[in-house]
């Protein structure tokens, strides 16, 4: 049963910092595309980036240069670094996974699999 555990929201002051990790169950050779996705209270759920097999990431406009995705294999752990957060970066943040070496939707309905979440929240 795969599993996706998000962790390391939390509230941060407007230019501060956090980095989230989501710790996810694939082994071995199993490729797939892991994204980061977010959604604010009233709102859609928002794509914000994705890394692939080959390590290759996306980012959205709203947040290129500022966030950055990694991956770490021995540790089955994706991190978001999240720099200079905005008051308009508060939400909460799902990791979530597609079986497939490359990442080709930013759609959230595409992604079969799905963490429970964290918040982060931004403060001005």
């Known amino acids: 049963q795969v599993q996706l555990v998000e962790s390391g929201g939390g509230s941060v002051e407007a230019g501060g910092s956090l980095r989230l990790s989501c710790v996810h169950s694939?082994?071995?050779?199993?490729?797939?595309?892991m994204a980061w996705f977010r959604q604010a209270p009233g709102q859609e759920r928002e794509w914000v980036a994705d890394i692939n097999s080959y390590g290759t990431t996306g980012y959205s406009e709203s947040v290129k240069g500022r966030f950055a995705v990694t991956g770490d294999n021995a540790k089955n752990t994706v991190y978001l670094q999240m720099n200079s957060l905005k008051p308009e970066d508060t939400a909460m943040y799902f990791c979530?996974?597609?079986?497939?070496?490359?990442?080709?939707?930013?759609?959230?309905?595409?992604?079969?699999?799905w963490g429970q979440g964290t918040q982060v929240i931004v403060s001005s």
């Open positions: 694939f082994y071995g050779s199993n490729r797939h595309c």
């Open positions: 979530a996974a597609e079986p497939g070496a490359g990442c080709y939707s930013r759609n959230a309905g595409d992604y079969r699999y």
